[in-house]
C-alpha cells in the first residue's frame, strides 16, 4: 500500500508541478534594468499591444551576433515587435558596438538595449545554463515559447 501511494504522488508530481512551474512563467514578470543613459527601464515601459522578444545576450558573444544578425536581416518582418536587448555588460562601449553593429542602419524602430547592473535576469526570468536565453511575448504579455539557442529569424516570427 505505500508503495503504491509513493508511486501515486510521484507520478502526480510529473503531471502538477511541471505545469505549476511554467504557469509561474506565462506572464512577463516585472522587471527593472538601466538603458544606455543610466534611466531605468522598467516592464511597464514596454508597450503591451505589441509582441516582445527578450534577449538576454553578451556582446562578444558568437551565439548573440549570430541571433542578432539573423533578426537585422529579417528586419521587415520585425518592424512592429519590440527587440528587447539585456546584457549584464558594465561597460557601455560594447553594448553601443553591437547595436551599431547589427541594427545601426535598421528600419527597426523598436529596439531597445539595456543593462542589468544588478545581475537580476534570472531573478526576473529563471536560471538558465544555456548560452543565449530569448523570450517570445505575444499582445498581452503571454510566453508563448523559450529558446536557450540561436533560432532563425522565421522560428522566431512563429512565436511572436
Known amino acids: 500500500m505505500k508503495t503504491v501511494f509513493i508511486k ?9 508541478f511541471p505545469q505549476l512551474g511554467f504557469s509561474q512563467q506565462v506572464s512577463l514578470p516585472a522587471f527593472s534594468f538601466y538603458d544606455l543613459d543610466g534611466n531605468i527601464v522598467t516592464n511597464e515601459s514596454l508597450d503591451n499591444a505589441r509582441s516582445t ?5 553578451d556582446p562578444y558573444c558568437d551565439h548573440c551576433d549570430q541571433q542578432a544578425e ?8 520585425f518592424k512592429e515587435i519590440q527587440l528587447v536587448f539585456v546584457t549584464i555588460e558594465p561597460e557601455i562601449e560594447p553594448i553601443k558596438d553591437f547595436q551599431k553593429r547589427h541594427f545601426g542602419e535598421s ?9 542589468d547592473k544588478d545581475f537580476a535576469f534570472e531573478t526576473y526570468f529563471g536560471y538558465t ?5 530569448i523570450y517570445c511575448y505575444k499582445p498581452g504579455q503571454k510566453l508563448p515559447k523559450y529558446f536557450g539557442k540561436e533560432q532563425e529569424a522565421e522560428k522566431l516570427l512563429k512565436f511572436l
Open 8 to 16: 501515486i504522488l510521484f507520478l502526480s508530481g510529473w503531471v502538477i
Open 53 to 57: 522578444l527578450i534577449m538576454l545576450f
Open 70 to 77: 539573423w533578426i537585422a536581416a529579417a528586419a521587415g518582418d
Open 107 to 115: 528600419s527597426l524602430k523598436h529596439v531597445i538595449f539595456l543593462q
Open 129 to 133: 545554463d544555456d548560452a543565449i536565453n
